[in-house]
């Protein structure tokens, strides 16, 4: 799922292409993308783009009469910027929005259509769609504080939950948490002063760095590759590679539709963090470290 910095260099390309621009024309490819029904997703036809705004990980569009299109892209939805009049793939396209000098494209490649659009009049209307998350850019290490031990949660689960944090997803808490070498099943109340220092600023140093990190590889473009999984990343979803910090092999938790990557030298102390699905199939042999991990393996391929 894209997330803030994902996010954030979307506006900015954006801002740069369609603020200013009328919409001629919205083309839908499915009738469920749109979740809203009044005002009509037709009022937009004809009406000037007059900026852009983030809302946690959704895209705001505002435009003339007080209107503002939510755009929630969910896990696989993504932006294509393609010549005028660009065709709707049938496989992967849910809308066009068609301007004088170029398409905006709204794709998806899952067999799960879960992006969508909200179109709401006002900013009342508007605010309903934002979870409460705190913005770190707004927040100093006290606000930071209060905001992480408002609920006891683990930090994995802190961290990416809106109603706590804005735009921070799966893919950078773990980036967050391997750099302030922290275990994301460790609970937000229990942290100590320097425990909660060293989260701050690994949280606000991997948002900036990256966002400036996409930001350069677009340059004057426009995002085409966004990924949750990149070679640069410490650890997620890097499992079995290398640790950048310590050489030893990053590790995983496994969930339903996700899973959170850590490594255990930097993170845990060495301990293995229990994984549902091979914990249920171990039982009691589960191993507790590293070594132990190695030493299972081995015994069977003896």
Not at 45 to 66: S, Y
Not at 138 to 161: I, P
Not at 222 to 243: I, L, N, S
Request: charged content about 30%.
């Amino acid at each position: 799922m894209p997330e803030y910095p994902d996010v954030t260099v979307y506006i900015e390309r954006l801002e740069a292409r369609v603020t200013g621009h009328v919409l001629e024309r919205l083309r839908l490819a499915s009738p469920f993308l749109v979740r809203t029904f009044d005002p009509p997703i037709s009022a937009l036809t004809g009406l000037t783009v007059r900026g852009f705004r983030r809302i946690g990980k959704r895209i705001v569009f505002a435009f003339d009469h007080d209107l503002f299109l939510v755009l929630h892209l969910m896990v696989a939805g993504r932006l294509r910027w393609r010549d005028p009049g660009a065709k709707l793939n049938r496989r992967l396209a849910l809308a066009g929005f068609d301007f004088a000098h170029g398409t905006l494209l709204l794709t998806e490649a899952s067999k799960k259509k879960r992006a969508s659009l909200h179109l709401v009049r006002g900013e009342a209307a508007l605010a309903e769609h934002d979870r409460g998350g705190a913005e770190l850019s707004g927040l100093d290490r006290e606000g930071f504080k209060a905001v992480l031990r408002r609920e006891n949660h683990t930090l994995k689960r802190t961290l990416t939950d809106p109603r706590l944090f804005s735009g921070i997803g799966n893919a950078y808490s773990d980036e967050i948490l391997h750099r302030a070498q922290l275990s994301p099943l460790t609970w937000s109340t229990r942290l100590d002063e320097d425990q909660i220092t060293r989260l701050y600023q690994a949280t606000l140093a991997c948002l900036t760095e990256w966002t400036e990190r996409l930001r350069a590889e677009v340059g004057d473009g426009f995002p085409d590759k966004v990924t949750a999984f990149r070679d640069e990343m410490a650890v997620h979803g890097r499992y079995k590679k290398p640790c950048p910090v310590c050489g030893d092999p990053v590790q995983r938790i496994q969930y339903a539709d996700n899973q959170t990557n850590y490594c255990p030298t930097c993170q845990t102390g060495g301990k293995l963090l229990a994984d549902r699905a091979l914990s249920r199939l171990l039982k009691g042999d589960w191993p507790r470290s590293l070594d132990a991990l190695e030493e299972h393996k081995a015994e069977r391929k003896v």
